[in-house]
T-cell receptor, first 112, second 114 residues
Framework: ELKVEQNPLFLSMQEGKNYTIYCNYS?????LYWYRQDPGKSLESLFV?????AVKQEGRLMASLDTKARLSTLHITAAVHDLSATYFC????????????FGTGTRLQVTL | GAGVSQSPSNKVTEKGKDVELRCDPI?????LYWYRQSLGQGLEFLIY????????KSGLPSDRFSAERTGGSVSTLTIQRTQQEDSAVYLC????????????FGEGSWLTVV
């Protein structure tokens, strides 16, 4: 059974600082997703990572994928308050069509 | 519509009643998912439809839960004899596997069982 773990579960950081959220998964995967969720809202797609070594960047967020280590990272550069949200990674298990298994989520709080 | 549409957006029901939640995926998207998110929790997979293939029902928590997808488009999630632990946000998502990999989520149906 595919397991997806994120850490940390909660992250409080100051504006202007850098930090990384980690996503580990237990079996081979075709694809890895990162989503953002604001309180009371649905999930907003941030990145889709398809291959080993894939790196994608959007604004202050950069995601990478190491399929050999079964690890993805979401790096936050010079955080701003607007990035406060919960971030989820989700993995598609090879051989299970497109079923997504989600991590536990990382609640990010950026303080002024 | 441009996105995944779900209805109702909010539903309050009495324990023991049946509820139906509707999902209208993005036009042309052949894959459709239902997930459940309890307050402050992660996302729990419920069911997955892909085209004409048999759905993956492995996430349905009990036989009170069922889902169907008519004509390969609209899907309905039905919860019979609702219990208080069914209170959650039910999220629908869709994907066109033949065109891109992004899975789009709807705004969710907030279900409260009293």
């Amino acid at each position: 059974e595919l397991k997806v773990e994120q850490n940390p579960l909660f992250l409080s950081m100051q504006e202007g600082k850098n930090y990384t959220i980690y996503c580990n998964y237990s079996t081979t995967s075709d694809r890895l997703y990162w989503y953002r969720q604001d309180p009371g809202k649905s999930l907003e797609s941030l990145f889709v990572l398809l291959s080993n070594g894939a790196v994608k960047q959007e604004g202050r967020l950069m995601a990478s994928l190491d399929t050999k280590a079964r690890l993805s990272t979401l790096h936050i550069t010079a955080a701003v308050h607007d990035l406060s949200a919960t971030y989820f990674c989700a993995v598609v298990n090879t051989g299970t069509a497109s079923k997504l298994t989600f991590g536990t989520g990382t609640r990010l709080q950026v303080t002024l | 519509g441009a996105g995944v549409s779900q209805s109702p957006s909010n539903k309050v029901t009495e324990k023991g009643k049946d509820v139906e939640l509707r999902c209208d995926p993005i036009s042309g998207h052949t894959a459709l998912y239902w997930y459940r998110q309890s307050l402050g929790q992660g996302l729990e997979f419920l069911i997955y439809f892909q085209g004409n293939s048999a759905p993956d029902k492995s996430g349905l928590p009990s036989d009170r839960f069922s889902a169907e997808r008519t004509g390969g488009s609209v899907s309905t999630l039905t919860i019979q004899r609702t219990q208080q632990e069914d209170s959650a946000v039910y999220l629908c998502a869709s994907l066109n596997p033949g065109y891109g990999n992004t899975i789009y989520f709807g705004e969710g149906s907030w279900l409260t069982v009293v």
